[in-house]
């Protein structure tokens, strides 16, 4: 137990590097939370940080979910007992997202855990059979939907809607579409306003160019 709360704890701040407001810093000399949305994450450091930023800000957020599946998973299985390894990688996946979307360094104002999820499931899905036909079928999604919007969070949303829906066809275990239904509620309920703003018509489209 205490090499699990140690692992959760761990996870949670290697999600919580808040790599948005870090690159604001860095390359504009701002605190990002004051510019475009507000939101420290990936969308909004491409509005206000430009492409570039912008896309490493979307990588590192990606490779903070990968990490704690594999990585900090693969040092703690050998320690862990009465724990299966795969509900391990689970709950150190959803602590590392809970650290992006609540960072204790910027007083729990974080992004919204999209690219962070997206690499817990590209990591979950080296180890769980099937499960990278899902990772795939919904990066497909969420290409489609940018492409024909041209806005970021109904391709996210989109993209959280259908994935326990892909779950399910692609015949993954109870554990996994029961992963899937938390991940895609946590996605919507972090994009309430967005939500409201898109029903309205008010949603703000966002492009690759600069």
């Not at 899905?125 to 990278?132: A, E, F, Q, V």
């Not at 895609?184 to 690759?208: A, C, D, M, W, Y």
Request: aromatic fraction near 8%; charged fraction near 10%; charge should be positive.
């Amino acid at each position: 137990m205490q090499w699990t709360i140690t692992g959760i704890i761990v996870s949670y701040l290697v999600g919580s590097i808040p790599t948005a407001y870090i690159f604001g810093r860095i390359f504009k000399g701002i605190d990002i939370r004051k510019f475009g949305s507000g939101n420290v994450g990936a969308t909004n450091a491409l509005r206000v940080l430009g492409r570039g930023p912008g896309i490493a800000v979307l990588a590192v957020d990606t490779l903070k979910g990968l990490l704690a599946v594999t990585v900090l998973a693969g040092l703690l299985t050998v320690h862990v007992s009465g724990i299966s390894a795969e509900a391990l990688r689970i709950i150190l996946g959803l602590a590392c997202i809970c650290g992006h979307n609540w960072t204790v360094f910027l007083k729990f104002r974080g992004g919204k855990g999209v690219a962070t999820t997206l690499g817990v499931l590209i990591g979950l899905s080296l180890s769980i059979p099937g499960l990278k036909f899902v990772v795939a079928a919904s990066i497909a999604i969420w290409l489609l939907v940018y492409l024909t919007t041209k806005i970021i969070s109904a391709a996210s949303l989109a993209t959280a809607l259908t994935l326990p829906l892909l779950m399910v066809f692609f015949r993954q275990p109870l554990a996994s579409v029961s992963l899937g239904v938390f991940l895609s509620l946590f996605v919507i309920l972090r994009h309430k306003s967005n939500l409201k703003r898109l029903i309205q018509g008010k949603e703000p489209q966002t492009t690759f160019k600069r």
